[in-house]
């Protein structure tokens, strides 16, 4: 088997650690884009394991939290745009849309051929199935909530409104396993070092 020239995807794909993420708040605690993709691929790792075994659901924890891990893949090229400007108007929304799709078909012409069909289906928002699509987008928010939370408890209060908006849309969407979640493990998350193993 021949083996292909070089390719920068991944070289790429690691400069995602570069790029800061919340950047019209004032933050507390620096979070990037590659910190933020570890969070959220273990959140929606943990919902698809919460699905299946607490409420009867049949979804690939490992197709989740793969995707989950290249979501925010799009943005070592475009940036990470703030979501009140990527959420003004449904023609922002189209736009930025539009910028990702292509955006993820630059960053798949980096890989060489024969491996550019096994991660499309993870950088291509598009192909993922619905459910993973669902708990990606909840995992994504759950990850949102716990940075707001985090911030306000560090005395930064510029956070308080993103962090009740965002717990309001979670409630709203009322999916079980984000429920289970926020109630069984986003407690220890305001948790002090010392208490996390146990007294």
Known sequence: MAIPGASNFFAYIARLRWIRRWGLMRNAIEENVATHSWEVATLAHALAVIRNQQFGGTVNPEQVATAALYHDATEVITGDMPTPVKYHSSVMRNVFADIEHQAADELLALLPDQLRESFAPYVQESRWPEDVRTLVKAADRL??????????????????????????????????????????????????LDHLLGD
């Open 143 to 192: 990850s949102a909530l716990l940075k707001c939370q985090a911030e306000v408890q560090a005395g930064n209060r510029e956070f308080e409104p993103a962090g009740e908006q965002i717990l309001k849309r979670l409630l709203e969407e009322a999916l079980p396993e984000v429920n289970y979640f926020l109630e069984v493990f986003a407690p220890g998350y305001r948790q002090p």
